[in-house]
């Protein structure tokens, strides 16, 4: 059973369009959620870490949200440069193990 | 502040060797992990080790696959007899204790 699910899988958006990434998990106890950012050919790069729900990050154009079951990656006013594919893990109970989704490929076009 | 470095980037083997891939980890971090990724795919965990020990390997293959992280030296995935299968980026993160992973770039394996 997969801990972690995101969505959509794939994204198009015209330059300036906002939108928000899903992720939801399973996980019993978490401890903590990661966004990360990978562009081709790189590794993941960090970008946010939640602990609990209602709490709220922001950096540039992004902002995090969570929930007891759920985050969301809004993108306000996306530009070309923030095409790329956004992960998201989570981290469980005790254990320092970090289960990450699928991905969510961003495309932003001009 | 140096980044977690892997090496090498690219590595092509032919079917049935071995292929050995590098990974020093930040200045300061003592946990690693590797996870192995497939085009289109996301990230797969295979192995957790601390210095000179490994603490989780639930996500690697029971043959073939090992794992270490000396007390000196970057740790290493070696990967024996390899298969076309075995093709993939292969990533390894670092983090001190209660923090986020890091990433290097990657390995890229190629089994020809």
């Known amino acids: 059973e997969d801990q972690v699910t995101q969505s959509p899988e794939a994204l198009r958006l015209q330059e300036g369009e906002s939108s928000s990434l899903n992720c939801s998990y399973t996980v019993s106890g978490l401890r903590g959620l990661f966004w990360y950012r990978q562009d081709p050919g790189k590794g993941p790069e960090f970008l946010f870490t939640?602990?609990?729900a209602g709490e709220e990050k922001e950096k540039e154009r992004l902002k995090a949200t969570l929930t007891k079951k759920e985050s969301f990656l809004h993108i306000t006013a996306p530009k070309p440069e923030d095409s790329a594919t956004y992960l998201c893990?989570?981290?469980?109970?005790?254990?320092?193990?970090?289960?990450f989704g699928s991905g969510t490929k961003l495309n932003v076009k001009p | 502040n140096a980044g977690v470095m892997q090496n090498p980037r690219h590595l092509v083997r032919r079917r049935g060797q071995e292929a050995r891939l590098r990974c020093s980890p930040m200045k300061g971090h003592s946990h690693v992990y590797w996870y192995r990724q497939l085009p289109e795919e996301g990230l797969k965990f295979m192995v957790y080790?601390?210095?000179?020990?490994?603490?989780?390997e639930s996500g690697m293959p029971k043959e073939r696959f090992s794992a270490e992280f000396p007390k000196e030296g970057p740790s290493i995935l070696r990967i024996q007899q390899v298969v076309r299968g075995d093709s993939a980026a292969y990533f390894c993160a670092s983090s001190p204790e209660n923090s986020p992973l890091h990433f290097g770039n990657g390995t890229r394996l190629t089994v020809t």
């Open positions: 893990a989570v981290q469980e109970g005790n254990f320092n193990k970090f289960y």
């Open positions: 080790l601390q210095k000179e020990n490994i603490i989780d």
């Open positions: 939640l602990y609990s």
